[in-house]
């Protein structure tokens, strides 16, 4: 079975940055859709940004400008995180599709345990 296990979630003060990795040695990133989605205590599960097969990027409006989503090995997604305000913080899930549309939860079967993020103002 594919597992996807990220890394690099952790605390940090308003305006400070993070990165996030997904990793995973089943298969290569150019087979799947992969995508971050992120889900705060009692609120719905949010698509953050992710990569389509064919290299086009998704993001929120929320994020746009601020995280940069991208495929720096072939068993590696990677999330900057960059002037990180408090509605950033969740936990934050790597997940994948053989194909997709949309940042949307239903869109996506594969999913990894997910990293927690803190911003503190």
């Known amino acids: 079975q594919v597992q996807l296990v990220e890394s690099g979630g952790g605390s940090v003060q308003a305006g400070e940055s993070l990165r996030l990795s997904c990793a995973t040695a089943?298969?290569?990133?150019?087979?799947?859709?992969m995508a971050w989605f992120r889900q705060a205590p009692g609120k719905e599960r949010e698509g953050v940004a992710g990569i389509k097969t064919d290299g086009r990027t998704m993001y929120s409006d929320s994020v746009e400008g601020r995280f940069t989503v991208s495929q720096e090995k072939a068993n590696t997604l990677t999330l900057q995180m960059n002037s990180l305000k408090p509605e950033d913080s969740g936990t934050y899930f790597c997940?994948?599709?053989?194909?997709?549309?949309?940042?949307?939860?239903?869109?996506?079967?594969?999913w990894g345990q997910g990293t927690q993020v803190t911003v503190s103002s």
């Open positions: 997940a994948a599709e053989l194909s997709c549309h949309a940042l949307r939860e239903f869109v996506f079967g594969l």
């Open positions: 089943s298969y290569s990133y150019n087979t799947y859709c």
